[in-house]
């Protein structure tokens, strides 16, 4: 289970703001109780990611995406099935009676 963040989104952005108009980044980080190399990890996140790399979840984004894509395969897949299905009907399915009665049940 992991940790508990012991700072909030707001508190790194303020300890960022802070880092840049600091002389000693060690001694900002020894007075605010952040080592110097956690600090140094989200000075890096944020400045790749802005805010979502201070600590919110970029899972979120991933997620979005990956139900964005699942939603664009089935839309197409039901156009293939609809497609088809129309050809089916047409040729009467290539089956017997029986399985042509099947066919316009899909």
């Known amino acids: ?5 012991k700072f909030t989104v707001e ?17 900002l980080c020894r007075r605010l109780g952040v080592s110097a190399a956690q600090f140094h990890r989200w000075k890096e996140r944020f400045l790749e990611g802005g805010r979502k790399g201070s600590g919110e979840s970029s ?9 964005d894509d699942l939603k664009r395969l089935a839309g197409d897949q039901a156009l293939v099935i609809g497609a088809l299905k129309k050809v089916g009907r047409k040729d009467g399915c290539g ?12």
């Not at 289970?1 to 963040?5: A, L, N, Q, V």
């Open 1 to 5: 289970m992991p940790m508990p963040e």
């Open 11 to 27: 508190q790194k952005e303020k300890i960022f703001n802070e880092s840049f108009t600091a002389t000693n980044t060690a001694e």
């Open 59 to 67: 899972r979120g984004n991933e997620y979005q995406k990956e139900n």
């Open 95 to 106: 089956y017997s009676q029986e399985r042509y009665a099947y066919c316009n049940d899909i």
